[in-house]
């Protein structure tokens, strides 16, 4: 059972433009939302986190919408550089289980110079 | 502060042979996880510990795959006998403090012949 489905499973952008990923999970029960971003050759590092009490987070260029009845959530990147080309996983866990992620299946972001 | 250690970082065996991973966690963290990352695929839980504890392996298939995490601090995870399925990237994380962050290592990329 796929748990969290994420889409588009790659996204090329023009440096400066706006890069959107989206996700949507299926467990009401899931309560913190984070964004993982991985290199090629690296582990995944945390990016940026959400709460469902809040619709939306910003941290410097990386903001999380989440739309909780839609069990939607997803990343925009603002004025994306090259150097934001990666593959980003979006993931979703549940009060009392240590922040055992079910990670989405992922999204290879390219940014063209 | 040293992140997680994992070793190998690639490795080459024939099908039917055993393989053996390791990982360091981050000092102080009680948590560990092994997940299991498949080329284009986003990370899946194999098994988490708690201290020395393993709380979930569930998904740890034990025909196979065996785990342990002597004195609560490093972990090994073992494959014996590997088959060409089990290629993947073996990725160990480490989850402490009071934000609850997953850190990961690098990962064991695996190849079986």
């Known amino acids: 059972q796929q748990q969290v489905k994420q889409s588009p499973q790659s996204l090329i952008v023009q440096k400066g433009g706006i890069s959107i990923i989206n996700c949507a999970y299926e467990n009401t029960a899931f309560d913190y939302f984070p964004w993982y971003q991985q290199f090629p050759g690296k582990g995944p590092a945390l990016l940026i986190a959400i709460r469902p009490d809040v619709s939306e987070k910003k941290e410097g260029r990386f903001t999380i919408s989440f739309n909780k009845s839609a069990k939607q959530f997803s990343l925009h990147i603002m004025d994306s550089q090259p150097g934001d080309s990666a593959t980003y996983f979006c993931?979703?866990?549940?009060?009392?289980?240590?922040?055992?992620?079910?990670f989405g299946s992922g999204t290879q972001l390219t940014v063209l110079p | 502060e040293a992140g997680v250690v994992q070793s190998p970082r690639y490795k080459i065996i024939e099908k039917k042979q055993p393989v053996a991973f390791w990982c360091n966690p981050i000092s102080g963290h009680n948590t560990l996880y092994w997940y299991r990352q498949n080329l284009g695929q986003g990370p899946e839980l194999l098994i988490r510990?708690?201290?020395?504890?393993?709380?979930?392996d569930s998904q740890l298939p034990k025909d196979r795959f065996s785990a342990e995490r002597l004195k609560g601090v490093d972990s090994t995870l073992k494959i014996q006998p590997a088959e060409l399925g089990d290629s993947a990237v073996y990725l160990c994380a480490s989850q402490g403090g009071n934000t609850g962050e997953l850190f990961f290592g690098e990962g064991s990329r695996l190849t079986v012949l």
């Open positions: 993931a979703a866990s549940r009060e009392g289980s240590a922040r055992q992620l079910t």
């Open positions: 510990y708690e201290n020395e504890e393993a709380v979930d």
